[in-house]
Nanobody, 124 residues
Framework: QVQLVESGGGLVQPGGSLRLSCAASGFTLDYYAIGWFRQAPGKEREGVSCISSTDRYTYYADSVKGRFTISRDNARKMVYLQMNSLKPEDTAVYYC?????????????????WGKGTLVTVSS
């Protein structure tokens, strides 16, 4: 069955970097868009970034533009989120999720399958 497993979270100091990974199985990643989302304590889930199935389109929330980079390696069935210049407000559980082909609707969380998340804590 479709499975998404996030990894790479942890504790990092402000200004530091982390790379999150999303391992996909049970489906052909080549035909699917992947989005990254986060949910901070007491806040609603928000879309962070999304990459279309062909790499042609990428999207970023305004709060992470210029700091985060999404990428994918279909051969390894992996999607990554490189996070630089991390801030305390980036602290959240980060989830990857998938839907066919395009990122349309990702901002509203309209994805078909979700991982269980990985915790990122930015603190000194």
């Amino acid at each position: 069955q479709v499975q998404l497993v996030e990894s790479g979270g942890g504790l990092v100091q402000p200004g530091g970097s982390l790379r999150l990974s999303c391992a996909a199985s049970g489906f052909t990643l080549d035909y699917y868009a992947i989005g990254w989302f986060r949910q901070a304590p007491g806040k609603e889930r928000e879309g962070v970034s999304c990459i279309s199935s062909t790499d042609r389109y990428t999207y970023y929330a305004d709060s992470v533009k210029g700091r985060f980079t999404i990428s994918r390696d279909n051969a390894r069935k992996m999607v990554y989120l490189q996070m630089n210049s991390l801030k305390p407000e980036d602290t959240a559980v980060y989830y990857c999720a998938t839907k066919p082909r395009y990122c349309s609707g990702y901002g509203s969380g309209r994805m078909d399958y979700w991982g269980k998340g990985t915790l990122v804590t930015v603190s000194s």
